[in-house]
């Protein structure tokens, strides 16, 4: 069986690599094993779905004994800050005294993640950690503190490595600014 990746679509502009995601993501893996050196157990938690792709390629890389989880939120309402949060999937495990290790795709405006990672305190957990694979600073609203980050990205929108456009592009091995159409 091929593993060939589809062609790129003219409408999309890669922007990371393939090459580059592997080399950060060894990275971001030494920096997680040194700062978890002494922890019987990390708990990953993986915001889906965007994260699914990152959460497993960093998770294969960690020396720390980890153990994972998931996590999926939706907004309603008429747009994010004024839009009520709703936990669609909750973590199956207690999290009270653990390490936890928050893993998403991307951070933009804030407001979702600050109430997750609020949320993830709120539970007990020992110790709470945002691994971000993409920083989208400029669109940031709210603070969140991102204590391992992938990428810097400008405010553009992206797909690929598990980043979607109506649930298409999630399967790409790099990730690519959409310039196409939107319906």
Do not use: W
Request: aromatic share 8%; hydrophobic share 40%; with cysteine.
């Amino acid at each position: 069986m091929s593993h060939r990746q589809p062609a790129t679509p003219e409408h999309l502009r890669v922007l990371i690599s393939r090459q580059q995601i592997e080399a950060r993501l060894d990275e971001l893996a030494a920096q997680i094993d040194d700062d978890y050196a002494k922890s019987e157990r990390l708990v990953c938690v993986g915001v889906l779905k965007g994260s699914i792709f990152f959460l497993v390629d960093l998770m294969k890389r960690l020396k720390t004994p980890a153990v994972v989880d998931f996590f999926q939120t939706s907004s309603y309402g008429s747009g994010t800050k004024s839009g009520e949060l709703r936990v669609r999937k909750d973590v199956d495990m207690s999290l009270r005294g653990q390490d936890v290790l928050l893993i998403e795709d991307i951070v933009d405006t804030g407001y979702t993640l600050r109430t997750v990672l609020d949320l993830l305190r709120f539970r007990g957990a020992r110790s709470v950690r945002l691994c971000a694979l993409l920083d989208k600073k400029e669109a940031r609203e709210v603070e969140v503190p991102i204590d391992y980050c992938g990428f810097r990205i400008a405010n553009e929108f992206v797909v690929g490595y598990g980043l979607d456009y109506n649930e298409r592009y999630r399967n790409l091995d790099f990730i690519a600014v959409y310039e196409g159409p939107t319906e």
